[in-house]
């Protein structure tokens, strides 16, 4: 079992940043995939960015260029910088973890653990 809790969500202002820590529980992290999804007010659950456990990353088109993920698998931790926000990104943003990676880690179907979710709102 793992447990995902994520942390640094905030209200910020058009152009600025946040950035967001998943700190997940158990031995086996750096095995994961590690995945961001989002989910705006009245729209369904979407993928953002998935980090691999072999290192390699894929992000969702609207965030190229813009957010970041790492992972520090000595703290067990994930992280996703977020840059260059804008009032499109407000959404509850949820952490997700699998045991097994591939390109289906680009569904919600491909993560067994999902954390709480934090909000980030992006005001005009």
């Known amino acids: 079992q793992v447990q995902l809790v994520e942390s640094g969500g905030g209200l910020v202002q058009a152009g600025g940043s946040l950035r967001l820590s998943c700190a997940a529980s158990?031995?086996?992290?750096?095995?994961?995939?590690m995945g961001w999804f989002r989910q705006a007010p009245g729209k369904e659950r979407e993928f953002v960015v998935i980090?691999?456990?072999?290192?390699?990353?894929f992000y969702e088109d609207s965030v190229k260029g813009r957010f970041t993920i790492s992972r520090d698998n000595a703290k067990n931790t994930v992280y996703l910088q977020m840059n260059s926000l804008k009032p499109e990104d407000t959404a509850v943003y949820y952490c997700?973890?699998?045991?097994?990676?591939?390109?289906?880690?680009?569904?919600?179907?491909?993560?067994?653990?999902w954390g709480q979710g934090t909000q980030v709102t992006v005001s005009s």
């Open positions: 997700a973890a699998s045991q097994y990676n591939g390109p289906y880690n680009i569904k919600q179907t491909g993560y067994e653990y």
């Open positions: 980090s691999w456990s072999g290192g390699g990353t």
């Open positions: 158990g031995r086996t992290f750096s095995s994961y995939g």
